[in-house]
């Protein structure tokens, strides 16, 4: 994994083989019209599409972009994420999403508005730090897909979504009508208003450029009052007790997930995130590989999480060649979208793609 992410990723063998497999999966989740679903394998008539899950799919392919310039796939991951979008923007109300069920037929209500919106903006950003670099034929292509008035909508609305449910402190709620600050959620809510800042001025809205940019600094702040010196970790949500042993009743989800989530992406003092990580590592261990489509702690997480806290390198390595094991043990009956997705990311950017 390269420390700039801007610069190409290399992978090799194993690694390599795990990653182009992963891709492969994602690829055939992508419907005709544009959305990414659960499982491309079922009938369309049964399929899901989670806009949550489905956007760390899409940030995996933006990613894989910088494998290899000259793949095959790479501007067809381009278009891919450019009609996700554009199914998005067909869908979103207000800035709002739900689930769709069935064939894209049947709505299920959303269990986020938060993490929806920021996935949203992040995966606009990195698509158009993408799309501005190319030729002028392959942009006019893309554009024909994903108008710019329609990009520009579709992250305005997601803006004006992530502020409906922000409070004074910086922090989100998960849902404007359940009053919880989770420690995942704004993690990534953090970054989507980061990058959504950046794209704004790619797109010349100054103003939503200037909101964005002063909401992801309020938020950072927001993030490093949830850590507790007294206790050295995270809390699922806001004033929620922590627990990080099971005699404190900590479970793999969501307390320990919660924990690995903020070692990978917010800093802490020297020294504080190995201890708790290495306090993480005795009470729990990565999920097994058993059946990947309901993860709890995913090695991943646990990737990112070492990478967050400056763990090792023989620590890092094991936690890879654990991973690419895991990969080899998907198949379409026990995998699941966001379970390629997250395992491809952690591969080939570590913890850079969330922190």
Excluded at 74 to 95: E, M, N, P, R
Excluded at 114 to 127: H, I
Aim: hydrophobic share 45%; charged share 25%; proline share 4%.
């Amino acid at each position: 994994m390269p420390d700039d992410k801007s610069g190409p990723i290399i992978l090799e063998g194993e690694e390599r083989a795990a990653v182009d497999k992963c891709l492969t999966y994602i690829r055939s989740c992508q419907r005709g019209d544009g959305r990414l679903v659960q499982n491309g394998q079922v009938p369309e008539a049964q399929d899901k599409t989670d806009p949550y899950f489905a956007g760390i799919a899409a940030l995996a392919l933006l990613a894989a972009d910088k494998l290899v310039r000259t793949d095959i796939n790479a501007t067809g991951d381009l278009l891919a994420v450019a009609k996700y979008l554009k199914w998005y923007a067909q869908h979103q109300k207000d800035g709002y999403i739900d689930k769709y069920l069935d064939g894209g037929n049947r709505t299920e209500k959303r269990d986020s508005e938060d993490s929806y919106a920021a996935m949203l903006l992040m995966v606009a950003a990195r698509y158009n730090d993408v799309a501005i670099t190319l030729a002028p034929i392959i942009k006019a292509a893309l554009d024909k897909v994903l108008p710019q008035d329609i990009l520009e909508k579709l992250v305005k609305d997601a803006l004006k979504a992530l502020i409906s449910v922000t409070d004074a402190d910086g922090l989100t709620f998960a849902l404007r009508d359940y009053k919880i600050k989770y420690t995942m959620d704004n993690i990534e809510v953090c970054r989507g208003l980061k990058e959504g800042a950046r794209l704004f001025e790619s797109l010349g809205l100054a103003n939503e450029a200037k909101d964005a940019a002063a909401r992801a600094l309020k938020s950072g702040k927001g993030l490093a009052s949830l850590y507790d010196k007294k206790t050295g970790a995270f809390p699922v949500g806001k004033n929620e007790k922590i627990k990080i042993t099971k005699a404190e009743g900590a479970r793999r989800y969501p307390d320990c997930l919660a924990n690995l989530f903020g070692l990978a992406c917010i800093p802490l003092e020297t020294g504080a995130g190995m201890k708790l990580f290495n306090i993480l590592q005795v009470e729990f261990k990565p999920d097994d590989f058993n059946d990947f489509r309901a993860p709890e702690a995913p090695v991943e997480r646990w990737l990112m999480a070492a990478y967050g806290v400056g763990a090792p390198p023989e620590t890092i390595k094991e936690l890879r060649a654990l991973l690419v094991r895991e990969v080899a043990a998907f198949t379409p009956v026990n995998s699941a979208l966001h379970i390629s997705a997250g395992a491809a990311l952690a591969l080939l950017e570590g913890n850079q793609w969330l922190q």
